[in-house]
């Protein structure tokens, strides 16, 4: 019996981006394990710490309600892209449909974390208030975290979006549409 209903399983899509650290070559890289967890990690240390010693406040009620509502707005545009991915996915170029896979990982990462950066917002702002304290280390390291992954999500769409347009003009009509998501 699985704990976790499969349409509830977001395993795959943790390994597929954790998949995309490393070089063009897939071997992994450590410098992508500390630039995208052990960076957010040391800051919310550094936070707790500063928060311990009350040096640092708890983040105010405002900074969650911001966070609110940057995510709000942030998860629809995530889908968006990835939507319009499934529309730039006529290349065949193996190098540009292994791109264009990759991102589509990490931006479902992206969304997942978003999600849960908003699920813990709103929990702070509605059901613990006399814990912020204690949430607000979760809150740096999501913070933190999700504003890295979204770098490289800008990144690689900026690339794909560069090569789509510049590869506009070769496409033919035998072309399915789906060539890069035949593996997916």
Request: some cysteine; aromatic content about 10%.
């Amino acid at each position: 019996m699985k704990v976790i209903p499969e349409k509830l399983n977001v395993s795959k899509i943790l390994t597929n981006h954790w998949s995309t650290f490393g070089d063009v070559n897939g071997k992994g890289k450590v410098s992508d394990w500390i630039s995208f967890y052990a960076m957010p990690l040391l800051l919310t240390i550094t936070y707790g710490v500063k928060l311990f010693f009350n040096e640092w406040p708890a983040i105010p009620s405002a900074g969650w309600n911001a966070v609110i509502t940057v995510t709000s707005i942030l998860i629809p545009l995530m889908l968006a892209m990835l939507a319009s991915l499934i529309r730039i996915t006529e290349q065949d170029n193996k190098r540009f449909c292994r791109l264009v896979k990759e991102l589509i990982y990490n931006s479902s990462y992206g969304i997942l974390v978003s999600v849960l950066l908003l699920s813990v917002s709103l929990v702070a702002v509605v059901l613990c208030k006399n814990y912020l304290r204690q949430i607000s280390l979760l809150f740096v390291f999501l913070t933190s975290h999700l504003f890295l992954t979204l770098v490289m999500i800008i990144k690689r769409f900026y690339v794909v979006a560069l090569r789509s347009k510049d590869n506009n003009d070769v496409k033919t009509e035998a072309h399915s549409g789906t060539a890069c998501l035949k593996d997916l």
